[in-house]
Nanobody
């Protein structure tokens, strides 16, 4: 059983930066792929970014590519989401997730473990 705890959300102005952290723990943690999703009332929960603990590959949605960066600290079991040039449409609850990717990186069904979420609000 994995435990994921997000932190770092808040209220910022458009154009600002924010870094989210996900503290992960549990057995065989580094065998799982890690992802960030976000949920807004208008769009439901959507994939944002994904990474393996090896860091060999990263994946991003088209909405955040070039602005967001996902990374890991393997010694501390942390997953980061660095968010730059934030826009009001980035406003959402952001979730950290871990899974075996049975349906690929972008599907919620690929992730078995979820954090409680952290709110990010970007004002215009």
């Amino acid at each position: 059983q994995l435990q994921l705890i997000e932190s770092g959300g808040g209220l910022v102005q458009a154009g600002s930066s924010l870094r989210l952290s996900c503290a992960a723990s549990g057995p065989t943690l580094h065998t799982f792929a890690m992802g960030w999703f976000r949920r807004s009332p208008e769009k439901g929960r959507l994939f944002v970014a994904g990474i393996r603990w090896s860091g060999a590959s990263t994946y991003y949605s088209e909405h955040v590519k070039g602005r967001f960066t996902i990374s890991t600290d393997n010694t501390k079991n942390l997953v980061y989401l660095e968010m730059n040039t934030l826009k009001p449409e980035d406003t959402a609850v952001y979730y950290c997730a871990a899974g075996g990717l049975r349906d690929g990186w972008y599907s919620e069904d690929s992730y078995d473990y979820w954090g409680q979420g952290t709110q990010v609000t970007v004002s215009s």
